[in-house]
């Protein structure tokens, strides 16, 4: 798999009122706290369902281009790593440099 700068990956969004906000996950056995990130729109939204999400609150897919993602995850401190729709890791993707 190619994930390349220009890639458009697919994400879960919080919808907060007003703003929007990445959704991350924890990994609490492996201390990792991550982004979920979909090659496509339909397995972002099967995956959901894999997602720990609160069920009081919105949330809806969008892409957004790995490089915007990688720069936001490293400053909040998380890995981005790429999901099929079930929810099982296929790639751990490198922070950018």
Excluded: C
């Excluded at 919808?15 to 706290?33: A, L």
């Excluded at 990130?37 to 609160?54: P, R, V």
């Excluded at 490089?67 to 401190?77: I, M, P, Q, S, V």
């Amino acid at each position: 798999m190619s994930i390349e700068a220009t890639t458009w990956l697919y994400v879960a969004i919080l919808k907060t009122g007003p703003g929007e906000q990445i959704v991350g996950q924890t990994d609490i056995e492996h201390d990792i706290s991550f982004i979920p990130a979909f090659l496509d729109k339909d397995s972002a939204q099967q995956a959901m369902l894999h997602l720990k999400l609160d069920k009081k609150k919105k949330y809806e897919v969008q892409a957004i281009i790995y490089e915007d993602l990688a720069r936001h995850a490293a400053e909040n401190g998380f890995l981005v790593f790429v999901l099929n729709d079930d929810g099982k890791v296929l790639e751990r993707l490198p922070a950018p440099h």
